[in-house]
């Protein structure tokens, strides 16, 4: 069959739901992933013919996305910051925001702090993303890293083997502070970017996020939104060097009530930095 024909074929089938230029930037993703072919293929050799095993992984995605499945899930992987990362069903898929506060992070860290003597906590680590870019960008970094999905640790060991970066992977649930052996352990930096999206708040959300992404690393309870917030706020009381920096990923609804949390606690320089969208979407504060 035509490459071609099939790419008129997902026009067809998908454009309605997700608009042209969407569905061209999927079709090129799988045949570079399915057939490693470039889109610049097409252009050259309009003729081009795929034999029907080829075929095949392509008209499954198709299935996929026509029932919102995300791309990232269909290919199993995707890009952060530069770096490849696997992803499935126990992990969430990495975010620009996300990007974002691992930069925010990089600045503050090279201009505050002695790069060479880092000891970095990333708390609900997913697909590792976090920690592993931490590590690769600040190679003399100790990087420890914690889940409580196994699944998503799985994924991020294997992340961290692809990426050539050394992490201390531990199962546990921030929620229980004796999962957590943290005796005699002060760290640098504790960042995370926990559960925060209340159930009222999913009527904003696609299918492709509610029907797929793992619900348990996405939704906090209406009447306890900053539960991990405070949680992990309490952790870093005991646990973050004086002076040390604790980083959140945070609702952009609950800015300034994130904010007085760390206040009441006692952190000082509580800063909220707004995201590309221009919403609140991370926070900074000292011990």
């Avoid at 074929?9 to 042209?20: M, P, R, S, T, V």
């Avoid at 995707?78 to 969430?92: A, D």
């Avoid at 976090?130 to 294997?158: C, H, M, R, Y």
């Avoid at 904003?204 to 619900?215: F, G, I, Q, R, W």
Wanted: with cysteine; charged share 25%.
């Amino acid at each position: 069959m035509l490459l071609k024909d099939i790419q008129t074929i997902f026009h067809k089938e998908l454009d309605a739901e997700y608009g042209n230029h969407e569905v061209a930037n999927f079709f090129n993703i799988l045949i570079k992933h399915f057939l490693d072919l470039d889109r610049i293929s097409l252009v050259l050799e309009p003729q081009l013919t795929i034999l029907k095993k080829e075929e095949e992984p392509l008209f499954d995605a198709l299935s996929r996305l026509k029932n919102h499945e995300p791309i990232q899930y269909i290919i199993g992987e995707t890009e952060f910051f530069g770096l490849n990362f696997k992803v499935n069903q126990h992990t969430l898929i990495p975010r620009p925001e996300t990007e974002e506060l691992v930069e925010w992070i990089i600045d503050n860290v090279t201009s505050s702090l002695v790069e060479n003597s880092l000891d970095i906590l990333d708390i609900g680590t997913g697909t590792g993303c976090i920690a592993i870019t931490l590590a690769k960008k600040l190679p003399n970094a100790q990087v420890t890293a914690i889940d409580i999905s196994e699944g998503a640790l799985q994924i991020a060991k294997q992340n961290a083997l692809d990426n050539k970066v050394e992490i201390t992977f531990i199962k546990a649930d921030i929620l229980k502070k004796d999962d957590i052996d943290s005796k005699n352990r002060k760290f640098d930096i504790i960042v995370s970017n926990p559960p925060y999206v209340r159930y009222l708040e999913k009527v904003e959300m696609k299918p492709n996020v509610l029907d797929y992404e793992p619900s348990q690393a996405l939704f906090v309870a209406d009447d306890n939104p900053l539960q991990f917030y405070k949680a992990i706020t309490e952790f870093a009381v005991d646990n973050l060097k004086e002076n040390g920096l604790l980083f959140f990923e945070i609702n952009q609804y609950l800015g300034q009530e994130t904010k007085q949390l760390l206040a009441d606690y006692g952190f000082k320089n509580c800063q909220l930095k707004q995201d590309i969208f221009g919403n609140d979407r991370m926070l900074i504060a000292s011990k």
